[in-house]
């Protein structure tokens, strides 16, 4: 296996003996790893970090072998790869800052959240006082309590008279009121 000669000024391979592109499926892996010294420095020219532009290499050859079928023959190989290489690059900056470093654990020891059961206790007994709640009440307090219809809405909706959406409303307010232990309104 010989070592891909340095790119011309155009910034091409100026390998005489063998287009830059793949003729034929059968070269692909020999083509590919004949170009790693090339992608290495590319790599390296990015992250200036060994360690970083070698897991930039082999991160590009794992995605360049993964869609291996994408690749059309006869086209620019080395660019191909170059531009795999580009792009995940740009990506891990992009990931990298939206990261936060803490390698002593003083932010996430910062980030508190205050406990949610109390609320979840409170739904769950919500949920139970809205099923004892005859249908008609419940659907006239949902249309106007948790979907924001105003009563004229609700009214035509449900098919009923003005007064008797205003009047569900109030019952189901009330049992619900009664079932939480909470004050009741006077509507």
Same mark, same amino acid.
């Given at each position: 296996?010989?070592?891909?000669?340095?790119?011309?000024?155009?910034?091409?391979?100026?390998?005489?003996?063998?287009?830059?592109?793949?003729?034929?499926?059968?070269?692909?892996?020999?083509?590919? +790893?004949?170009?790693?010294? *090339?992608?290495?420095?590319?790599?390296?020219?990015? %992250? =200036?970090?060994? !360690? $970083?532009? #070698?897991?930039?290499?082999?991160?590009?050859?794992?995605?360049?072998?993964?869609?291996?079928?994408?690749?059309?023959?006869?086209?620019?190989?080395?660019?191909?790869?170059? +531009?795999?290489?580009?792009? *995940?690059?740009?990506?891990?900056?992009?990931?990298? %800052? =939206?990261?936060? !470093? $803490?390698? #002593?654990?003083?932010?996430?020891?910062?980030?508190?959240?205050?406990?949610?059961?109390?609320?979840?206790?409170?739904?769950?007994?919500?949920?139970?006082?809205?099923?004892?709640?005859?249908?008609?009440?419940?659907?006239?307090?949902?249309?106007?309590?948790?979907?924001?219809?105003?009563?004229?809405?609700?009214?035509?909706?449900?098919?009923?008279?003005?007064?008797?959406?205003?009047?569900?409303?109030?019952?189901?307010?009330?049992?619900?009121?009664?079932?939480?232990?909470?004050?009741?309104?006077?509507?």
């Amino acid at each position: 296996m010989s070592l891909p000669s340095a790119p011309s000024e155009d910034g091409h391979d100026t390998e005489s003996a063998a287009p830059d592109g793949i003729l034929d499926r059968a070269n692909w892996r020999e083509a590919v +790893t004949t170009r790693i010294p *090339s992608l290495r420095a590319f790599a390296w020219s990015l %992250s =200036r970090n060994g !360690a $970083d532009a #070698d897991d930039l290499v082999q991160e590009t050859l794992t995605k360049a072998w993964t869609y291996r079928d994408r690749f059309e023959p006869g086209t620019n190989l080395r660019a191909w790869l170059f +531009t795999i290489l580009r792009n *995940s690059w740009y990506s891990s900056v992009a990931k990298r %800052s =939206r990261e936060v !470093a $803490d390698e #002593d654990g003083h932010h996430a020891a910062r980030m508190t959240a205050e406990g949610n059961q109390e609320w979840s206790v409170e739904l769950g007994a919500l949920k139970v006082a809205l099923d004892d709640l005859p249908p008609e009440h419940r659907e006239a307090i949902v249309m106007v309590g948790a979907a924001g219809l105003s009563y004229e809405e609700a009214a035509e909706i449900a098919g009923c008279a003005l007064g008797t959406i205003k009047s569900r409303v109030n019952r189901a307010r009330n049992r619900l009121a009664e079932a939480m232990d909470m004050p009741r309104g006077m509507d």
